[in-house]
């Protein structure tokens, strides 16, 4: 992502356990629970003959999903391009010295081949 971000900054770069440590967990796991609620019902409703085989695919499927929403959310804050509060008040501003990944974002976007020094003999190539 390209952004700039319009919030400070707490991590340029957060992993998933730096997403997970952040999570705010009543919002969110009210997010998740819910989602996961709904898909099941929705399973429910929509699954004939089969209902509760198919309302526990679809709440599988909805977890999975609101996991993916809940962690983007948080990575967002890190990042500085949701508001974070509660985040700068938890870890603070990241230090200006440290560079994110992706501070170049021509060599990031167009990396280039790792190509070998001498041509290759494809003639003598074996199996």
């Not at 390209?2 to 340029?12: G, I």
């Not at 919002?27 to 209902?51: D, N």
């Not at 167009?110 to 020094?117: S, V």
């Amino acid at each position: 992502m390209y952004e700039q971000p319009s919030y400070p900054v707490v991590k340029s770069s957060p992993t998933l356990d730096d997403c997970i440590k952040s999570m705010r967990l009543f919002r969110e796991g009210l997010q998740v629970g819910g989602i996961t609620g709904a898909s099941w019902a929705y399973g429910y409703i929509f699954g004939r003959p089969v209902r509760f085989a198919t309302a526990n695919t679809v709440s599988v499927m909805g977890f999975t999903f609101a996991t993916f929403y809940v962690v983007q959310n948080a990575r967002f804050r890190l990042k500085g391009l949701s508001p974070n509060a509660n985040e700068v008040a938890q870890f603070g501003i990241q230090s200006p010295a440290v560079k994110p990944i992706g501070s170049n974002p021509t060599l990031d976007r167009y990396p280039t081949a790792n190509l070998p020094e001498n041509e290759i003999d494809w003639m003598s190539y074996k199996k």
